[in-house]
């Protein structure tokens, strides 16, 4: 008996092209300018930064292009161009997305992608994740009344 909902080819570049010789029949991808041309007429596609990632600032956004109506993440083309396979999380070894040249691409497991999360940038005078501003006001106030009490 067939496991039922069986997901096959859960992303949109696999979905495209289930091979790498395949992608290279419509695209031609040069690592070293990162660009992506149309095999069929010479044209460039040009990347656009991605809309769904509005509310980051603008050094923070994945690039995408789009082809036959499908969103596609140029780090993720580009890992699958030069590796030929493509694994569930491709990460960027500096942190910044727009860098998609592929010394700086790695294949990573979602626990190894939260490592490597940064914190959020707030107005906080604490430089580690899960401390938030109240407790080191709170630490403060502790340390002054300790000091007065002595």
């Keep these: 008996m067939k496991k039922a909902n069986k997901k096959k080819n859960v992303c949109a570049i696999t979905r495209l092209w289930s091979t790498l010789e395949d992608m290279k029949k ?5 690592l070293e300018k990162q660009e992506i041309k149309l095999i069929r007429n010479g044209k460039k596609i040009i990347p656009s930064l991605n809309k769904r990632e509005l509310n980051l600032p603008i050094e923070k956004r994945h690039y995408f292009i789009e082809y ?24 960027h070894k500096d942190t910044n997305p727009q860098n998609n040249k592929i010394e ?3 294949e990573l497991d979602k626990s190894g992608n939260a490592r490597n999360s940064h914190k959020i940038k707030k107005k906080t005078s604490s430089k ?3 401390v938030s501003c109240c407790c080191c006001l709170l630490l403060s106030l502790l340390l002054l009344l300790s000091l007065s009490l002595d």
Excluded at 26 to 30: E, P, R, S, T, Y
Excluded at 68 to 91: E, Q
């Design 26 to 30: 419509d695209l031609f991808i040069d």
């Design 68 to 91: 036959k109506r499908v969103k596609l993440a140029l780090h993720r083309l580009f890992f699958y161009w030069h590796n030929g396979f493509l694994p569930l999380l491709v990460d």
């Design 104 to 106: 700086n691409l790695r």
């Design 128 to 130: 580690y994740k899960g």
